[in-house]
T-cell receptor, first 111, second 114 residues
């Protein structure tokens, strides 16, 4: 089965700093999703990447898909306390209906 | 437009009790899934459905039953609750193949089995 490994597991940054979260797949990626979760809440969809080299941005968050490396990175520029939460990457297992997820990266942004 | 609605939000059960976690969506989505989220384990797929009358097992199906009699509803049944089923449960739905559209998630049900 496909596994998604996220790094780092947790991250503490000072407000205004840039940061990167990585998601590496054990198998070929047919699409990669990034979600954000605040404590006690559901997952909020951030963006979906489907093609190698694809890069998408939403406000100060940019994600990129490296198909050859079977990896995606999520970059936050000039972090703010509102960016705090758990970031999860997800992928369709073998292109099927099953979405599998990484274990998440917990981000803390100190004012 | 309510999206994906899960009830209840919180529940405490005694070992051996049964209960049903409700999930309803009003977006006419064909695909629906149940996940559980545990510390250090991430989200794990329990069961999923690709349409009314069709269900299949995910990664951790033991101890759970599902049915999909309508497009809107996808209840998750715990037949005999065990402490190992203490978790946060999320229901999710997608218009079509999640590989194309991703999932919309409910806000979760926090279940404690004592």
């Amino acid at each position: 089965s496909q596994e998604l490994e996220q790094s780092p597991q947790s991250l503490i940054v000072q407000e205004g700093k840039n940061l990167t979260i990585n998601c590496t797949s054990s198998k070929t990626l047919y699409g990669l999703y990034w979600y954000k979760q605040k404590y006690g809440e559901g997952l909020i969809f951030l963006m979906m990447l489907q093609k190698g080299g694809e890069e998408k941005s939403h406000e100060k968050i940019t994600a990129k898909l490296d198909e050859k490396k079977q990896q995606s990175s999520l970059h936050i520029t000039a972090s703010q306390p509102s960016h705090a939460g758990i970031y999860l990457c997800g992928a369709a297992q073998g292109g099927s209906e099953k979405l599998v997820f990484g274990k998440g990266t917990k981000l803390t942004v100190n004012p | 437009n309510a999206g994906v609605t899960q009830t209840p939000k919180f529940q405490v059960l005694k070992t051996g009790q049964s209960m049903t976690l409700q999930c309803a969506q009003d977006m006419n989505h064909e695909y629906m899934s149940w996940y559980r989220q545990d510390p250090g384990m991430g989200l794990r797929l329990i069961h999923y459905s690709v349409g009314a009358g069709i269900t299949d097992q995910g990664e951790v199906p033991n101890g759970y039953n599902v049915s999909r009699s309508t497009t809107e509803d996808f209840p998750l049944r715990l037949l005999s609750a065990a402490p190992s089923q203490t978790s946060v449960y999320f229901c999710a739905s997608s218009y079509s193949r999640p590989s194309n559209y991703g999932y919309t998630f409910g806000s979760g049900t926090r279940l404690t089995v004592v």
